[in-house]
Protein backbone atom coordinates (compact mmCIF):
# COMPACT_ATOMS: atom_id res chain seq x y z
CA UNK A 1 0.00 0.00 0.00
CA UNK A 2 2.55 1.94 0.69
CA UNK A 3 4.24 1.87 -2.74
CA UNK A 4 0.88 3.01 -4.27
CA UNK A 5 0.59 5.75 -2.29
CA UNK A 6 4.74 6.20 -3.43
CA UNK A 7 3.79 6.19 -6.41
CA UNK A 8 0.49 7.82 -7.02
CA UNK A 9 2.78 10.73 -5.59
CA UNK A 10 5.27 10.43 -7.51
CA UNK A 11 2.93 10.36 -10.67
CA UNK A 12 1.33 13.90 -9.75
CA UNK A 13 4.71 15.27 -9.60
CA UNK A 14 5.09 14.28 -13.11
CA UNK A 15 1.65 15.41 -14.40
CA UNK A 16 2.61 18.97 -12.32
CA UNK A 17 6.43 18.93 -13.63
CA UNK A 18 4.93 18.63 -17.72
CA UNK A 19 5.12 21.88 -19.52
CA UNK A 20 3.35 20.23 -22.40
CA UNK A 21 0.05 19.99 -21.07
CA UNK A 22 -2.62 21.56 -19.52
CA UNK A 23 -3.50 20.39 -16.23
CA UNK A 24 -7.78 20.47 -14.92
CA UNK A 25 -6.53 21.55 -11.45
CA UNK A 26 -10.61 21.84 -10.56
CA UNK A 27 -10.47 18.26 -11.08
CA UNK A 28 -7.49 17.47 -9.12
CA UNK A 29 -7.94 15.95 -5.24
CA UNK A 30 -5.14 14.84 -2.83
CA UNK A 31 -5.30 12.38 -0.38
CA UNK A 32 -8.07 12.33 2.14
CA UNK A 33 -6.93 12.63 6.16
CA UNK A 34 -8.82 10.59 8.23
CA UNK A 35 -8.31 9.85 11.56
CA UNK A 36 -7.20 5.89 13.08
CA UNK A 37 -10.77 5.74 14.38
CA UNK A 38 -12.62 6.50 10.86
CA UNK A 39 -10.57 4.08 8.40
CA UNK A 40 -11.60 1.33 11.37
CA UNK A 41 -14.95 1.98 11.09
CA UNK A 42 -14.46 1.80 7.25
CA UNK A 43 -12.83 -1.43 7.69
CA UNK A 44 -15.54 -3.04 9.49
CA UNK A 45 -18.37 -1.65 7.48
CA UNK A 46 -16.54 -3.28 5.13
CA UNK A 47 -16.43 -6.70 6.59
CA UNK A 48 -20.04 -6.20 7.98
CA UNK A 49 -21.78 -5.25 4.38
CA UNK A 50 -19.73 -7.24 2.33
CA UNK A 51 -17.55 -9.99 4.13
CA UNK A 52 -14.55 -8.41 2.73
CA UNK A 53 -11.81 -8.16 5.05
CA UNK A 54 -9.28 -5.81 4.51
CA UNK A 55 -5.95 -6.62 6.06
CA UNK A 56 -4.10 -3.64 7.93
CA UNK A 57 -1.63 -3.06 4.90
CA UNK A 58 -4.64 -2.11 2.99
CA UNK A 59 -6.42 0.55 5.25
CA UNK A 60 -5.04 3.61 3.87
CA UNK A 61 -6.93 3.06 0.60
CA UNK A 62 -9.40 4.75 2.68
CA UNK A 63 -7.81 7.94 2.18
CA UNK A 64 -7.81 7.26 -1.78
CA UNK A 65 -12.14 8.20 -2.12
CA UNK A 66 -12.44 10.99 -4.69
CA UNK A 67 -8.28 11.34 -5.13
CA UNK A 68 -8.62 12.69 -8.86
CA UNK A 69 -5.66 14.16 -11.03
CA UNK A 70 -6.53 15.04 -14.92
CA UNK A 71 -4.47 16.52 -17.68
CA UNK A 72 -5.14 17.42 -21.58
CA UNK A 73 -3.19 18.09 -24.34
CA UNK A 74 -4.41 19.35 -27.75
CA UNK A 75 -1.39 21.10 -29.82
CA UNK A 76 -1.58 18.52 -32.49
CA UNK A 77 -4.28 16.26 -31.64
CA UNK A 78 -6.70 16.47 -28.58
CA UNK A 79 -5.61 13.78 -25.96
CA UNK A 80 -6.46 12.88 -22.15
CA UNK A 81 -5.65 10.89 -19.21
CA UNK A 82 -5.86 11.11 -15.42
CA UNK A 83 -7.87 8.81 -13.20
CA UNK A 84 -10.95 9.12 -10.25
CA UNK A 85 -10.71 7.00 -7.45
CA UNK A 86 -13.83 5.49 -5.78
CA UNK A 87 -14.39 5.43 -1.98
CA UNK A 88 -13.57 1.86 -1.15
CA UNK A 89 -16.20 1.27 1.34
CA UNK A 90 -18.20 2.59 -1.72
CA UNK A 91 -16.31 0.57 -4.20
CA UNK A 92 -16.87 -2.77 -1.72
CA UNK A 93 -19.86 -2.59 0.58
CA UNK A 94 -22.33 -0.43 -1.47
CA UNK A 95 -25.10 -2.05 -4.56
CA UNK A 96 -23.24 -2.00 -7.76
CA UNK A 97 -25.46 0.15 -10.06
CA UNK A 98 -23.10 1.86 -12.84
CA UNK A 99 -23.33 -0.54 -15.28
CA UNK A 100 -27.31 -1.13 -15.31
CA UNK A 101 -27.22 2.93 -17.38
CA UNK A 102 -25.72 0.22 -20.51
CA UNK A 103 -29.24 -2.07 -20.40
CA UNK A 104 -31.41 0.55 -19.46
CA UNK A 105 -32.16 -0.60 -16.48
CA UNK A 106 -34.10 1.46 -13.72
CA UNK A 107 -31.82 1.21 -10.19
CA UNK A 108 -35.47 -0.48 -8.63
CA UNK A 109 -35.67 -2.82 -11.65
CA UNK A 110 -35.25 -6.67 -11.61
CA UNK A 111 -31.97 -7.29 -13.03
CA UNK A 112 -32.11 -10.50 -15.50
CA UNK A 113 -30.60 -13.71 -14.75
CA UNK A 114 -28.60 -13.01 -17.80
CA UNK A 115 -27.03 -9.82 -16.44
CA UNK A 116 -26.48 -11.29 -12.61
CA UNK A 117 -23.19 -11.37 -13.34
CA UNK A 118 -22.84 -7.57 -13.65
CA UNK A 119 -23.86 -7.30 -10.08
CA UNK A 120 -20.91 -8.39 -8.85
CA UNK A 121 -19.22 -5.77 -10.72
CA UNK A 122 -18.26 -2.32 -8.66
CA UNK A 123 -15.55 0.84 -9.84
CA UNK A 124 -12.70 1.85 -8.16
CA UNK A 125 -11.02 3.77 -10.62
CA UNK A 126 -12.67 5.97 -14.08
CA UNK A 127 -11.37 9.27 -15.83
CA UNK A 128 -11.68 12.03 -14.02
CA UNK A 129 -12.25 14.05 -16.86
CA UNK A 130 -13.87 13.66 -20.06
CA UNK A 131 -15.71 10.31 -18.65
CA UNK A 132 -15.19 7.47 -21.61
CA UNK A 133 -17.32 4.73 -19.78
CA UNK A 134 -14.22 2.50 -19.11
CA UNK A 135 -13.41 1.65 -15.39
CA UNK A 136 -11.39 -0.54 -13.38
CA UNK A 137 -13.76 -2.67 -11.13
CA UNK A 138 -13.59 -5.44 -8.46
CA UNK A 139 -14.88 -8.37 -9.11
CA UNK A 140 -16.32 -8.62 -5.30
CA UNK A 141 -16.98 -11.94 -3.41
CA UNK A 142 -16.58 -12.54 0.13
CA UNK A 143 -13.39 -13.25 1.33
CA UNK A 144 -10.16 -11.63 2.16
CA UNK A 145 -8.97 -8.23 -0.22
CA UNK A 146 -8.09 -7.75 -2.65
CA UNK A 147 -10.29 -8.91 -5.12
CA UNK A 148 -9.62 -9.63 -8.81
CA UNK A 149 -9.90 -6.95 -10.65
CA UNK A 150 -11.73 -6.68 -14.14
CA UNK A 151 -11.75 -3.85 -16.92
CA UNK A 152 -15.15 -2.73 -18.02
CA UNK A 153 -15.85 -1.38 -21.49
CA UNK A 154 -19.80 -0.20 -21.58
CA UNK A 155 -21.97 -3.17 -21.45
CA UNK A 156 -19.25 -6.13 -21.26
CA UNK A 157 -15.73 -6.57 -18.84
CA UNK A 158 -12.95 -8.77 -18.89
CA UNK A 159 -10.88 -9.94 -15.63
CA UNK A 160 -7.59 -8.36 -15.94
CA UNK A 161 -4.52 -10.46 -14.92
CA UNK A 162 -3.21 -7.85 -12.40
CA UNK A 163 -2.61 -7.17 -9.01
CA UNK A 164 -4.24 -3.71 -7.38
CA UNK A 165 -0.52 -2.91 -7.25
CA UNK A 166 0.25 -4.14 -11.24
CA UNK A 167 -3.37 -2.10 -11.79
CA UNK A 168 -1.70 1.10 -10.52
CA UNK A 169 1.84 0.89 -11.77
CA UNK A 170 0.14 -0.24 -15.05
CA UNK A 171 -1.87 2.66 -14.78
CA UNK A 172 1.10 5.18 -14.19
CA UNK A 173 3.29 3.83 -16.43
CA UNK A 174 0.64 4.66 -19.59
CA UNK A 175 0.18 8.08 -17.79
CA UNK A 176 -3.63 7.46 -17.41
CA UNK A 177 -4.22 8.07 -20.71
CA UNK A 178 -7.73 7.62 -22.11
CA UNK A 179 -7.79 3.97 -22.92
CA UNK A 180 -4.77 2.65 -21.02
CA UNK A 181 -6.35 -0.40 -20.25
CA UNK A 182 -6.73 -1.72 -23.66
CA UNK A 183 -3.40 -2.77 -23.61
CA UNK A 184 -3.45 -4.79 -20.80
CA UNK A 185 -5.97 -7.35 -22.05
CA UNK A 186 -5.72 -9.91 -24.87
CA UNK A 187 -7.36 -8.01 -28.05
CA UNK A 188 -8.28 -10.30 -31.08
CA UNK A 189 -10.46 -10.40 -33.55
CA UNK A 190 -13.78 -10.96 -31.65
CA UNK A 191 -12.96 -8.45 -29.38
CA UNK A 192 -16.10 -6.60 -28.45
CA UNK A 193 -15.34 -2.69 -29.03
CA UNK A 194 -12.10 -3.41 -31.52
CA UNK A 195 -12.34 -0.55 -33.85
CA UNK A 196 -12.66 1.72 -30.46
CA UNK A 197 -9.85 -0.02 -28.73
CA UNK A 198 -7.41 -0.09 -31.61
CA UNK A 199 -7.96 3.52 -32.73
CA UNK A 200 -6.83 4.64 -28.73
CA UNK A 201 -3.79 2.64 -28.66
CA UNK A 202 -2.77 4.28 -31.84
CA UNK A 203 -3.77 7.55 -30.17
CA UNK A 204 -1.31 6.96 -27.29
CA UNK A 205 1.63 5.60 -29.20
CA UNK A 206 1.46 8.72 -31.74
CA UNK A 207 1.31 11.22 -29.38
CA UNK A 208 2.68 10.04 -25.39
CA UNK A 209 6.32 9.73 -26.49
CA UNK A 210 6.11 13.26 -27.94
CA UNK A 211 4.00 14.41 -24.48
CA UNK A 212 6.20 12.94 -22.01
CA UNK A 213 9.43 12.05 -23.98
CA UNK A 214 11.50 10.95 -20.41
CA UNK A 215 9.52 7.84 -20.34
CA UNK A 216 9.52 4.67 -21.43
CA UNK A 217 6.71 3.56 -24.14
CA UNK A 218 8.12 0.49 -25.64
CA UNK A 219 5.89 -2.03 -23.90
CA UNK A 220 3.01 0.24 -25.38
CA UNK A 221 4.39 0.01 -28.60
CA UNK A 222 5.32 -3.63 -28.87
CA UNK A 223 1.60 -4.45 -27.35
CA UNK A 224 -0.17 -2.79 -30.13
CA UNK A 225 2.44 -4.45 -33.00
CA UNK A 226 1.35 -7.80 -31.30
CA UNK A 227 -1.88 -7.65 -31.53
CA UNK A 228 -2.07 -6.31 -35.04
CA UNK A 229 -0.07 -8.80 -35.81
CA UNK A 230 -2.92 -11.13 -34.54
CA UNK A 231 -5.84 -9.42 -36.47
Known amino acids: MEKIIENTNRFKQLIEANSNIRKNTNDWSD ?3 LSDSAINR ?3 RIEKYAGIVLAPEFYKLNLFSGYKIC ?7 FIYGGFRINGISEALALKSEFWKVDFSLA ?4 VPEE ?10 EKQAWGDDWRFGCFIRDKGVFPPQIAFFDRNWYVPMPLSLEE ?3 AMFASCAVKGWQYFYVDIDNDFPHLEKALEDMEKAIRLLPKIFPNMDFSYHINKLD ?6
Not at 71 to 77: A, L
Not at 107 to 110: A, F, I, L, T
Open 107 to 110: SDQE
Open 71 to 77: WHYEKDE
Open 226 to 231: LVKGKL
Open 31 to 33: FLE
Open 42 to 44: AVK
Open 167 to 169: YFD
Open 115 to 124: LKHFEKLNWF
